[in-house]
């Protein structure tokens, strides 16, 4: 048997990081993420390491199928989620937006479009697209053989494809799209909302059923959802401030009601305009918003 105190140099502690981005990154849940993270590390360290060549190998393994055993669980539990379910964000460093691809890999809008695959096409197209594992050893984590692993690799790369935005926005452009949204929200002002947004913009909100005012369907169109935002901030029930934040890999929004964190957005921009807006308020999924995640690959 394996010993079961973790030291620094062991492989789990080494790899932490990038595993909990594995499940992070399957699930969309950082408290989903930390069970699996738990659970893997209770096989690893019953395991005698001897004949393990390759531990990141390894680990990433363990940790996928714990995670897909997770995913049926939780598929069941989302079906009866009240409004919208958007994933559990994090607070990044604004290190994290320099490697492109991990940024837009666990961006809200990713994420968000991820929950439209299934339990296994999620795990493939997480593994190779963003990991890049070799489509063996993804093919020995999720039980298929290498060529249905291929197959499904392709599959799920085009249905996800075709729900990205069309164009990459460089960081200085989303940084100062989310500048202005900020300074229109605390000034309350209408026109300058519509300027920032798209016409067709679609704003999704998470209040979990327990945030008054949280909209439980899609707002649709700059004019309806300017209104709503202006008159949400006019409503709360005390000083309702927006300031500027880095949530998974992206400058973001922060919400304090009367100096408490009330919720988080962040924004999908096209053409210098917001497109997408994903606001997450349900109380339950902003608890690990005090202390930065480290996410890695």
Do not use: C
Request: charged share 25%; hydrophobic share 45%; glycine share 6%.
């Amino acid at each position: 048997m394996g010993s079961t105190v973790r030291t620094d140099d062991d492989p789990f502690v080494v790899h932490r990081s990038l595993l909990f981005t594995v499940a992070y990154e399957m699930l969309g849940s950082a408290a989903d993420a930390e069970d699996v993270l738990q659970e893997s590390w209770m096989r690893w360290a019953a395991l005698d390491r001897s004949q393990i060549q390759d531990a990141r190998a390894y680990l990433v393994r363990v940790v996928t199928r714990q995670a897909l055993n997770h995913l049926r669980t939780v598929s069941r539990r989302r079906e009866e989620y009240v409004g919208e379910w958007l994933p559990e964000p994090l607070l990044t460093s604004p290190d994290v937006a320099d490697d492109v691809e991990l940024a837009d890999s666990v961006s809200i809008a990713m994420l968000t479009v991820l929950e439209t695959l299934g339990p296994s096409e999620r795990a493939v197209f997480v593994l190779r697209e963003v990991f890049d594992v070799p489509y063996d050893e993804i093919a020995d984590a999720v039980g298929k053989t290498p060529a249905t692993v291929r197959q499904i690799a392709h599959r799920a790369k085009d249905h996800v494809a075709a729900r990205q935005p069309r164009v990459r926005v460089v960081r200085s452009e989303h940084e100062e799209v989310v500048q202005r949204l900020v300074a229109t929200l605390n000034t309350g002002d209408l026109q300058g909302l519509m300027d920032v947004l798209a016409p067709d913009v679609v704003s999704i909100a998470d209040g979990g059923g327990k945030v008054r005012g949280a909209a439980r369907r899609p707002v649709i169109g700059a004019l309806r959802l300017a209104r709503y935002l202006v008159t949400g901030m006019a409503k709360a029930e005390g000083e309702l401030v927006a300031t500027e934040t880095w949530i998974n890999g992206q400058p973001a929004i922060r919400m304090e009601l009367d100096g408490q964190l009330v919720g988080v957005t962040t924004l999908t921009v096209e053409d210098g305009r917001v497109s997408r807006i994903y606001s997450i308020a349900n109380p339950d999924k902003l608890r690990r918003l005090d202390e930065e995640s480290a996410l890695s690959r």
